[in-house]
T-cell receptor, first 115, second 112 residues
Framework: GAGVSQSPRYKVAKRGQDVALRCDPI?????LFWYQQALGQGPEFLTY????????KSGLPSDRFFAERPEGSVSTLKIQRTQQEDSAVYLC?????????????FGPGTRLLVL | QKEVEQNSGPLSVPEGAIASLNCTYS??????FFWYRQYSGKSPELIMS????GDKEDGRFTAQLNKASQYVSLLIRDSQPSDSATYLC????????????FGSGTQLTVLP
């Protein structure tokens, strides 16, 4: 596709519910990132994949957060037993693997509201 | 201390003026620096990237990097109301980490 796509665009969950957020990166992009953006803040790193390998998950805030990219393309971020503090915009970004100067292209985000 | 610091603003400039946005970072070994623009309710969009000391110009935008001072800035010339957005400074740190560390953003309003 032309850009990074994410679904759903909006999700309302009751506290304690599990949610799954999907990211389709730009075709051919090997690197995939998940970020969490709270209102009025910059995005904060959650986790990074190179192909299907999760190389860095140091930003995941708790063991309730889990991400996978089993075939090296689409990725899913799963949040178990959602809490109100999980309310945020979840952004996915993809990039070519290169020199580290590669540009990260962001998807439109999933806005999660936990009631 | 946050790793990437920006003045949160809001910053208001009149149409046609120069808007100056500033950013400092703490990791002296950082190599890659990016400015993203984010309209309200939208995702970040890359405006400029800069990797070496000095100035880099692209149309109305100029990024400036001073690694010795750990400082990066974005100048927007001939500001337009459509430039009104939040500008995010992002830094890719040294080492093997590939993720970006973002500042909190500076909200810019260009007044007609």
């Amino acid at each position: 596709g032309a850009g990074v796509s994410q679904s759903p665009r909006y999700k309302v969950a009751k506290r304690g519910q599990d949610v799954a957020l999907r990211c389709d990166p730009i075709s051919g992009h090997v690197s995939l990132f998940w970020y969490q953006q709270a209102l009025g803040q910059g995005p904060e790193f959650l986790t990074y994949f190179q192909n299907e390998a999760q190389l860095d998950k140091s930003g995941l805030p708790s063991d309730r957060f889990f991400a996978e990219r089993p075939e090296g393309s689409v990725s899913t971020l799963k949040i178990q037993r959602t809490q109100q503090e999980d309310s945020a915009v979840y952004l996915c970004a993809s990039s070519l693997v290169g020199t580290g100067q590669e540009t990260q292209y962001f998807g439109p985000g999933t806005r999660l509201l936990v009631l | 201390q946050k790793e990437v610091e920006q003045n949160s603003g809001p910053l208001s400039v009149p149409e046609g003026a120069i808007a100056s946005l500033n950013c400092t970072y703490s990791d002296r070994g950082s190599q890659s620096f990016f400015w993203y623009r984010q309209y309200s309710g939208k995702s970040p969009e890359l405006i400029m990237s800069i990797y070496s000391n000095g100035d880099k110009e692209d149309g109305r935008f100029t990024a400036q990097l001073n690694k010795a001072s750990q400082y990066v800035s974005l100048l927007i010339r001939d500001s337009q109301p459509s430039d009104s957005a939040t500008y995010l400074c992002a830094v890719r740190s040294s080492g093997s980490a590939r993720q970006l560390t973002f500042g909190s953003g500076t909200q810019l309003t260009v007044l007609p």
